[in-house]
């Protein structure tokens, strides 16, 4: 596997590597992750593409480019999409910088219920998420109903492409959330102490020394958000907003049909539009250095609250936990509810939906812990691969393999589901099922469309690990495997639990390249049961009771890999505390 | 026995293959079934699981999986996946099967049919080729929320142009023709059934109370079922299945409806013939049409005899000559314009609504202040503002001409390229967009005006 590859090139001497040439060891890595993303990425969107991008006769053309300019519809959904990706991003910040500050920077009581709770949105499968915030905030949900009761007023909090960005916003915010506070707790003390001494205090210190620093983290999740919300295509079709990119890109796919052009011309300006958004923060921190020297600290130093800063906090945490937690007591209360219609609690309960889909189909739940678990492990190992060999080697063409990775962002499920199918379907395995359906298909596909976030992760934790440790430690006269396994993974060990745990719960989730790829119920993830489940009226329940699965399964998995990366930080503060 | 030679006119020498299928039938039917049968469908969990654990029950060697998919995507997946294919599609809309057929996905499967109706309403049971098989019909009309309609004090719907009520401002929902094709059906049912362009002229007064426009077809009933709004334009058994479930919600036919079957066909190349054949035949005998009775189902069968075990007023077509009978649908005009049918709506209602709802709420103000006073030049106003927003921008004869409606066809390499798709649908969408605007500013000075 690529993974012994890992430790060549950091033991080779600083001036070896200047020079430029590539050891075997960096080549085999490089063309395994790049035969990975080939076969799995490239290949079938290629073909998909191809097949758009040429006319009746096979001849290439750029006529549909034109078309899509002057159509007024998909100038207007393009620049729908842009306000909704940006107030998005906004909305999540306004919700995401306050929790991180709170709980990387203070001692605060209720930390780590921030922590895990800031997960929950993210393991809501979004269009579960849109259906029990309509039960909830939607234009009769319990929210109106009861304010229409007591004030006769209506909030229109779901309307429309606002209605859109609070759903993204609220399901999308812990990808700030998690990249800030690792960015922020990751801070050496000793950054902040210099600057003390400098004089700087409070919002001085802030601007200055704590904000530049958190920076990195900060623009990957708003970066990751961006995209997201800019591809994403569950959430506005649950809500009925059909004048944006992502919608009218799947609409014209699946209504007009494969061969119809324009659903692939959008899929191209998606492609171009998320690049250049993740490319823009890129640029935003090339030439600076972000990296410290020191670690191990335990981040900023986090100090007392006053009585009225911790009151102020938990102004701030209650109300917003509230607000992330609703359409997860929406969800609960559906998957208890007999019937509930028109009114703001369900008319009785019951827990027949549980036992319905326990008893018809436990083989979701052990699915999706098997496919996506596989999805991040694979991740990983892939991102810290990529991260190594575009930050710690000379290869030639090492951003290629950051680009293409990166890429997987920007196709839309739908369209690399399609490509799959089209390249692999007539592969049989030895059972004679075709590798294109089968579930190594489905986890491979999780593990591509959900690499982008595992390598952010990994690239964003080997950059704050200076490379003067490295040569410290061969100094000292330690060998690469030593190197590697006693210096950078340990110092990477929070921000590659990170990575498995975004991979992990996001795959856990994913819903567009599912339903083009998953055939049997046998064979089917979470999600998909879910979806199945909630297209009839008796069936609303059951799903909803396996998304309440679903969110308490992910939500133990997240809790506990937060747990082993705190206490494996600790168990390195230790020693690090005795070792000088 | 005519069906049988029928079906087997492709065989070799005629007597001989019909003497083979006579004698080679029920062995076959003995014949031990393969142990995997895969259905692809665009049905609910609830109205296939039923029948699939009934199935499974008289043959137990036989597995069956359910693919679940929405139609359009079912399609696209038989037609990527014809090496290895489902064995059985299984779905509403009939057009979704002739588009297969035409595509030479279909098997031709031997089915016994007897004591099945050739026609129920207007429409043929079965593909006359052999192709398709109707196993339960379906009509259209509006599903409430009594709930939602008491607390809003709202008359109940009977008819289309009921919904025309200023009352049900943003209490109506449906969802996009082009996204379900059983609402495609609804839409053209009532072109039909009205004319082109008094029909435009009632969907769009209609959609001018349009809280939204769905894009899958469940979100309609979903929506009506937890009260979003109050009514939905929907399939008959979305809205009996729902009520049959618990919630507090009604169904009516409005007098322009169509019946239409809904279908199951063998695909071309199944690895499981003798199982899907068996499963066809299953869901065609009174066994399985009892099924359809099911409250979670809950459809018409195409069985008369099986409605005397249907609850109380369970609709009847064999009996009530009155549903469905006033449309003679006319599958030709339905599929030369099937296309662009489905591009108009959206240029002019889906995508636009906003607009759309806007100007009619100017015209419903406008029209409560003339009741009010009496000003002619507030009325001739309100008239011309009324004529923008009923006015569909394609006539009749150029929906019907392959140069116009050719050019929404999906593209075949056998077929000349007309006018193209993306000049004519942003002229609709200029065009709908510039009426509306000049819509909302006629109400609003004939409001001044009142």
């Known amino acids: 596997m690529s993974t012994t590859a890992l430790p060549a090139a950091t033991g080779r001497p600083w001036r070896a590597r200047l020079r430029f040439d590539a050891s075997p060891v960096q080549v085999a890595a490089a063309l ?183 920076l990195p983290g900060y623009l990957a999740g708003a970066s990751l958000v961006f995209v997201k919300v800019f591809d994403d295509l569950a959430t506005p079709l649950l809500l009925n907003v059909t004048n944006m990119l992502a919608p009218q890109a ?47 600290g335990g981040g900023l130093g986090r100090r007392e609250m006053s009585a009225g800063q911790r009151a102020l906090a938990w102004a701030f945490v209650v109300p917003t936990l509230l607000l992330v937690l609703a359409p997860h007591i929406g969800i609960a209360l559906l998957s208890l509810a007999t019937v ?20 018809e189909t436990p083989q979701f739940l052990t699915n999706t812990l098997l496919y996506c678990g596989l999805a991040g492990l694979i991740d990983v190992v892939l991102g810290v691969t990529i991260a190594w060999l575009v930050l710690r080697t000379r290869l030639p063409g090492r951003r290629v393999l950051d680009m293409l990775a990166m890429a997987a962002l920007a196709v839309p499920g739908l369209v690399l589901g399609i490509g799959i199918l089209r390249s692999y379907f007539g592969v ?20 591509v469309r959900r690499l982008p976030y595992a390598l952010r992760a990994a690239t964003a934790a080997l950059q704050q690990v200076h490379r003067s440790l490295e040569e410290a430690a061969e100094n000292m006269g330690a060998g690469k495997v030593t190197t590697l396994t006693h210096i950078v993974i340990p ?73 082993l990366a705190e206490r494996e930080r600790r168990r390195r503060t230790r020693q690090q505390g005795t070792a000088p | 026995m005519q069906r049988l030679l029928m079906t087997r006119r492709g065989a070799l020498g005629m007597a001989a293959g019909a003497a083979a299928a006579v004698s080679s039938a029920p062995a076959r039917a003995q014949a031990a079934l393969e142990p995997r049968l895969v259905i692809i469908t665009s049905f609910s969990r609830d109205v296939t699981t039923p029948f699939v654990q009934a199935f499974e029950q008289r043959h137990p060697g036989t597995k069956v999986e359910v693919q679940n998919r929405s139609t359009t995507a079912a399609v696209a997946f038989v037609r990527e996946t014809r090496s290895s294919p489902p064995d059985l599609f299984w779905a509403s809309a009939p057009d979704a099967f002739e588009v297969m ?65 200023p009352a049900y401002q943003g209490h109506v929902g449906i969802s996009s023709p082009s996204r379900s094709g059983t609402t495609h059906l609804t839409i053209e049912t ?73 279908n199951i066909a063998m695909i071309e190349g199944s690895k499981s013939p003798n199982a899907a054949r068996a499963f066809i035949q299953f869901l065609l005998s009174p066994a399985g049409q009892e099924v359809l009775l099911d409250p979670k189902v809950m459809r018409l069968p195409v069985r008369p005899e099986t409605y005397a075990k249907a609850p109380a007023g369970f609709p009847n077509p064999f009996r009530d000559q009155s549903l469905g009978a006033r449309v003679k649908f006319d599958n030709g005009v339905s599929e030369a314009r099937y296309e662009l049918l489905n591009s108009l709506f959206d240029r002019l209602i889906t995508f636009r609504l906003r607009e759309l709802t806007e100007a009619w709420k100017a015209v419903h103000a406008a029209e409560a202040a003339l009741a009010r006073s009496n000003s002619a030049q507030g009325r001739e106003l309100l008239a011309q503002a009324r004529a923008r927003l009923t006015r569909v921008p394609v006539t009749e004869a150029q929906a019907a001409d392959p140069a116009i409606a050719g050019a929404f066809q999906p593209a075949r390499p056998d077929r000349p390229a007309g006018p193209r798709q993306a000049q004519l649908e942003e002229e609709w969408d200029r065009a709908a967009v510039a009426a509306y605007a000049e819509a909302r500013q006629l109400a609003e000075r004939a409001q001044r005006a009142s």
């Open chain 1, 32 to 214: 395994l992750v790049l035969a990975f993303l080939l076969a799995f990425l490239v290949v079938p969107v290629g073909r998909v593409f191809l097949a758009a991008f040429t006319d009746g006769e096979g001849r290439l053309t750029l006529v549909h480019f034109g078309d899509f300019f002057r159509t007024s519809l998909f100038r207007e959904s393009f620049l729908n999409s842009l306000y909704v990706a940006g107030m998005s991003v906004a909305v999540a910040s306004v919700l995401a910088v306050p929790l991180a500050v709170i709980v990387s920077r203070f001692r605060f009581p209720g930390a780590a219920l921030v922590s895990t709770l800031g997960v929950l949105p993210l393991v809501m499968p979004p269009f579960v998420g849109a259906v029990a915030m309509q039960l909830v905030f939607g234009r009769n949900g319990s929210l109106n109903l009861l304010l229409m009761d007591w004030f006769g007023v209506r909030l229109e909090l779901m309307d429309g492409l606002n209605g859109v960005v609070f759903v993204q916003a609220l399901h999308y915010f812990p990808f700030i959330l998690m990249n800030l506070s690792a960015s922020l707790s990751n801070i050496d003390t000793a950054m902040e102490e210099a600057g003390q001494n400098l004089g700087a205090r409070g919002f001085t210190l802030m601007r200055t020394i704590v904000l530049p620093l958190a």
């Open chain 1, 250 to 296: 799947y609409l014209r796919v699946t209504s007009v049909g494969l061969g119809d052009p324009m659903g692939y011309v959008i899929g191209v300006i998606l492609v171009v539009v998320s690049i250049l958004a993740m490319g823009g923060a890129a640029l935003l921190l090339r030439g600076r250095d972000y990296s410290m020297q020191q670690r191990g």
């Open chain 1, 340 to 359: 509930w219609s028109f009114s703001p609690l369900p008319d009785g309960y019951t827990l027949a939906h549980f036992s319905t889909v326990l008893r």
């Open chain 1, 428 to 447: 049989q395995l030895p059972d004679g099922t075709a590798l294109a359906t089968s579930w190594i298909m489905l986890t491979i596909v999780y593990a």
């Open chain 1, 491 to 563: 110092l990477m060990a929070g921000g590659l639990a990170a990575a498995f745990v975004t991979s992990f719960a996001t795959a856990a989730v994913e819903l567009s390249a599912t339903l083009v790829l998953a055939t049997r119920d046998v064979d089917a993830p979470l999600s998909y049961g879910i979806y199945v489940f909630m297209q009839s009226p008796a069936g609303r329940g059951a799903g909803a009771a396996l998304g309440v699965i679903a969110v308490l399964t992910v939500a133990v998995c997240t809790f506990a890999a937060n747990r």
């Open chain 2, 101 to 165: 057929k035409q595509g030479n996905l279909l098997a031709r499967p031997q089915i016994d049919t007897a004591g099945i109706p050739a026609t129920i309403g207007a429409q043929p049971t079965h593909d006359a080729e052999g192709r398709y098989f109707g196993f339960a019909v379906s009509g259209y009309g509006m599903m409430y929320n009594t709930r939602y309609l008491r607390a809003n004090r709202l008359p109940v719907p009977k008819e289309w142009a009921d919904l025309k009520n």
């Open chain 2, 190 to 262: 009532i072109l039909q059934g009205e004319g082109w362009e008094p029909g435009w002229a009632q969907l769009l007064e209609i959609a001018g109370n349009f809280a939204q426009v769905s894009d899958r077809s469940f979100g309609v009933p979903d929506a009506v079922n937890s009260g979003q709004y109050g009514i939905g334009i929907v399939i008959d058994f979305f809205g009996f299945s729902a009520k049959a479930s618990g919630f507090p919600v009604e169904f009516v036919y409005p007098t322009v409806t169509t019946l239409v079957p809904a």
